[in-house]
């Protein structure tokens, strides 16, 4: 089966960037003035200022604002004070995610559901556990160098850094991706205040340009993408293949020789 992203587009664009600092402002800025889409990983003991003055002299986004600045991307969690889960027990760790997505739940009146490890760090034990606490994908920082989409969404890994030296050049590879990949797919992750204390976004700002407002090119966050792949992984089929059901909510497209075809959520189909 040929899948397709929504609308029948080739290809999908994500970016997920960590630490909710004020830099997030110009960043969003940019993203929107080229649709592109984002999701936002979030400390919610720094959002709503619960460890002191902010010791460590950072502006970060206040609870406030979350909603403004955020409409149209995704705001998930980041754990409540960006602990290294290493060392911790479970009932720290739970504390952690768990309390981090209440705060951004009540904030934000959505589901949070989805996350990115501090430091990226994790193992099957803490991939477990977010599992349990409803989460539905989580991030690290290992960098793919590639586009396929992640087999397990509670170990995804990004394309690359925003950066890595191949970013210009990873980023002509995917507008130009090879047919053989199924669901191709392209992750940048990163801080904007790596930006924001440098004062120089050009590079950012040249390479959303460059990715911007084509029609094979779904442009979703994180979550939209978790959520549309695991659909295409939940299609059931015929023993002999010929006919598929799609007991999800979520349209699935296809390409069927060289035209563009669905299932619909609930629907029986002859391929
Ligand atoms: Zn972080």
Request: include cysteine; glycine fraction near 8%.
């Amino acid at each position: 089966m040929n899948f397709l992203y929504p609308q029948g587009k080739k290809q999908a664009l994500t970016f997920s960037f960590d630490d909710n600092q004020d830099f997030d402002k110009k960043l969003v800025e940019i993203f929107n003035k080229n649709n592109l889409k984002g999701t936002f990983n979030i400390n919610s003991g720094t959002l709503c200022g619960n460890i002191g003055e902010n010791p460590d002299g950072n502006v970060y986004v206040k609870p406030e604002e979350v909603n403004e600045l955020y409409k149209g991307h995704e705001v998930a969690a980041h754990g409540v004070d960006h602990k290294f889960i290493a060392g911790l027990s479970d009932v720290m760790i739970v504390n952690e995610f768990l309390n981090d997505r209440r705060t951004l739940e009540q904030i934000t009146g959505n589901l949070v559901q989805g996350a990115a490890y501090a430091f990226g760090w994790h193992d099957e034990h803490i991939m477990d556990i977010l599992k349990k606490l409803g989460f539905k994908y989580s991030r690290g920082v290992d960098s793919t160098f590639g586009f396929f989409p992640p087999q397990d969404f509670l170990d995804w890994k990004p394309t690359c850094h925003q950066g890595c030296e191949e970013l210009f050049e990873l980023g002509e590879s995917f507008l130009n991706c090879p047919g053989y990949i199924e669901l191709p797919l392209m992750y940048v992750w990163g801080h904007s205040y790596e930006f924001g204390r440098s004062g120089d976004w050009s590079n950012i700002e040249k390479f959303c340009e460059m990715m911007s407002n084509k029609d094979f090119i779904w442009y979703a966050t994180n979550m939209e993408i978790c959520d549309y792949i695991n659909a295409t992984r939940s299609l059931e089929f015929s023993a002999d293949g010929k006919k598929a059901y799609n007991p999800t909510l979520i349209e699935v497209f296809y390409k069927n020789d060289s035209s563009v075809c669905s299932i619909k959520p609930g629907e029986y189909k002859i391929l």
